[in-house]
């Protein structure tokens, strides 16, 4: 019997962003915000507030990348540290988890995004196999589109660059964490 490739994704963005480390975290924080500013993100919905620092919160988000396709999924966060760490996880038509790591980096802030989730829809999970490299150029489109509308933001503070808009990694996702 063949052995199925799993489907799960694990990605990582990467944007320079010349804006201070708080304002950077501010905008990523916000998420009930993204609309505003992410083309293709079309809806967020607070399901659960959390606790006073915003553990537990639970989020619904309805994306549309370019492919002719939504998808949607629930982030519980379970990680917060403000103004470096914020970390989800993800339920729904994907699930995984979903970690924004901040740091400061020369005058400015370098973002890194680490997206790792596996399929869950089963017409998305059957077509894996041949359709998996759109799925990854997708992602990097939704990405890219992250990046523009944060520079527009926080006044085209983005730094141009190939790690801004492209996934560094795209293989299968491990467990282990």
């Known amino acids: 019997m063949r052995q199925r490739r799993p489907a799960h994704f694990s990605f990582e963005t990467t944007w320079d962003v010349a804006a201070p480390i708080e ?8 998420s009930e915000e993204w609309p505003e500013w992410w083309h293709g993100l079309e809806a967020v919905e607070e399901l659960e507030a959390g606790d006073g620092e915003g553990i537990g919160n ?16 629930n982030i519980r966060v ?8 914020l970390e989800g ?13 901040l740091t ?3 005058d400015g802030t370098r973002v890194v995004y680490r997206w790792r989730v596996g399929l869950r829809r ?8 041949i359709a998996a ?13 992250g990046a523009e509308g944060l520079a527009r933001r926080l006044g085209g503070a983005v730094v ?11 293989s299968p996702a491990r467990r282990d964490g």
């Open 23 to 30: 304002a950077v975290w501010e905008a990523i924080h916000r």
């Open 58 to 73: 639970v989020r619904r988000y309805r994306w549309r990348g370019m492919l002719p396709y939504r998808i949607t999924f």
């Open 78 to 85: 379970v990680r917060i540290e403000r103004p470096y760490r």
């Open 89 to 101: 996880v993800a339920h729904g038509d994907v699930c995984g988890t979903g970690r924004w790591r």
């Open 104 to 106: 400061p980096y020369g």
């Open 122 to 129: 089963p017409w998305m999970r059957r077509l894996y196999p």
């Open 133 to 145: 490299p759109l799925y990854a150029w997708n992602h990097a489109a939704v990405m890219r589109r």
């Open 160 to 170: 141009p660059g190939p790690e801004a808009v492209i996934p560094r990694a795209y």
